[in-house]
């Protein structure tokens, strides 16, 4: 039986992975409770909206008449023209339904939209980056090999305060960007003159842009795009991913989207091709949808009354967001992001690696972060904090960090 080389050949473990791998090995003896600001996993529990729509599609579903079987591989109708009516018109942007395809995770679609391209696609990431990014597309055979921490094949952006995190073009022609803003890991966003300028680049290029916008609920300024198809002539470069998790709290319910626009398309063997077909095509193989009753509690997240309890629980992780900058750049520390994503990246205290100051926090503070390396080399020297902790135990963790750093 021959295996996947590529696959085999990947470095380390994924990187929530070794870090739960070293929470456990730690927390049997922890002097007390260990506070998570690591993982972005949310902890508010789901908006009464949200669980109401969700209990009575499940009922439904135990009658004759509103039992559902396979949902529709692209999503119900009823949430995809939600999606387009209340995540999209209000930014001004005309999408069709049909360019609209529900599914469980932004993590599933930003790892499986690159088999839209030639195996051979040249792929460049933002540094440090979502590393699931990379992980897939390592697995798939497209970034060639991995020395010294670095992969030979991937075209990397770094991203740090001396270009105040925006990444430059790339230096060479690549057929797949990534960009994510709000940023994971960095919590910074991109003005609309910023996002603008990659557009222009990919539309004189022929570059596919993949505009993860799983963190969009949390701007709070207009000026700042929540949508990259609020620049003119990005529905011809760019793919979208969206994500219930972040904004209403579905980490654990599993319901995300992707834009495909009718208007994107690219070449196989000098001939125009859809990716919206090829993305339609390639779904329907390969899943059969997101379970009915969690397509109806992500509709009700989108209606008037769900979305006034979803906005409240983002502003509740945002003023944790808010009150780790203040504290930690109170506290001396230079601290980036955190202002319009649940995200603050900030570089460690001298001396101390990513994984050092992580090692630090957990055994001293009893408190789990991501260590910025985990996110790519430019991550060196950095560590991520989360917001989606109680206001609580933020407090707490910001008291016993002060407290380790005093
Ligand atoms: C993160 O912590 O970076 C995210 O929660 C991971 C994810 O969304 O899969």
Redesign the pocket.
């Known amino acids: 039986m021959r295996l996947n080389a590529c696959l085999a050949a990947m470095p380390g473990g994924y990187l929530?992975g070794e870090i739960g791998r070293r929470v456990r090995a730690y927390e049997p003896g922890a002097p007390r409770p260990i506070i998570h600001l690591?993982?972005?996993?949310v902890s508010q529990p789901l908006a009464p909206a949200i669980t109401e729509a969700f209990v009575r599609a499940a009922r439904e579903m135990g009658t004759p008449q509103g039992f559902h079987g396979y949902p529709p591989e692209q999503g119900y109708p009823f949430l995809r023209q939600a999606i387009v009516d209340a995540d999209y018109a209000p930014l001004g942007v005309r999408l069709d339904p049909d360019e609209v395809f529900v599914s469980d995770?932004?993590?599933t679609d930003t790892s499986a939209l690159p088999e839209l391209l030639a195996p051979d696609a040249r792929v460049a990431v933002t540094d440090p980056v979502?590393p699931?990014y990379v992980d897939a597309n390592a697995m798939a055979g497209r970034l060639g090999r991995h020395e010294n921490g670095e992969w030979s094949d991937l075209v990397l952006l770094p991203c740090h305060p001396g270009n105040g995190f925006v990444p430059e073009l790339p230096g060479r022609q690549v057929d797949l960007l990534y960009l994510c803003y709000p940023n994971?890991?960095t919590g910074t966003v991109l003005t609309r003159a910023q996002l603008a300028r990659f557009v222009e680049y990919a539309l004189e290029t022929r570059t596919l842009i993949l505009f993860d916008a799983?963190y969009k609920a949390y701007i709070t300024d207009p000026a700042i795009p929540r949508s990259i198809y609020e620049i003119p002539g990005a529905q011809q470069v760019a793919v979208e991913c969206c994500s219930f998790?972040?904004s209403a709290g579905f980490?654990g319910m599993r319901c995300a989207y992707t834009i495909v626009p009718k208007a994107l398309t690219g070449e196989v063997d000098g001939r125009s091709v859809s990716l919206n077909a090829l993305w339609a095509r390639r779904v329907a193989c390969r899943q059969n949808g997101v379970a009915y009753p969690i397509q109806r509690a992500a509709a009700a997240a989108l209606s008037p009354e769900g979305r006034a309890q979803v906005d409240a629980q983002v502003r509740a992780y945002l003023d944790n967001a808010h009150r780790i900058v203040r504290t930690l750049q109170g506290a001396g520390l230079e601290v980036f992001g955190g202002i319009h994503a649940p995200y603050v990246w900030l570089r460690t205290p001298e001396g101390h690696s990513s994984w050092d100051f992580f090692d630090l926090l957990l055994h001293e503070a009893q408190v789990v972060a991501?260590p910025g390396s985990g996110f790519g080399p430019a991550g060196e020297g950095h560590l991520r904090l989360?917001a989606f902790n109680s206001a609580e135990r933020t407090q707490e963790a910001l008291d016993r960090i002060l407290a380790v750093l005093r």
Not at 38 to 41: K, V
């Open positions: 929530f690591g993982i972005g996993d995770g932004a993590k979502y699931a994971n890991p799983a998790s972040k980490t991501t989360t």
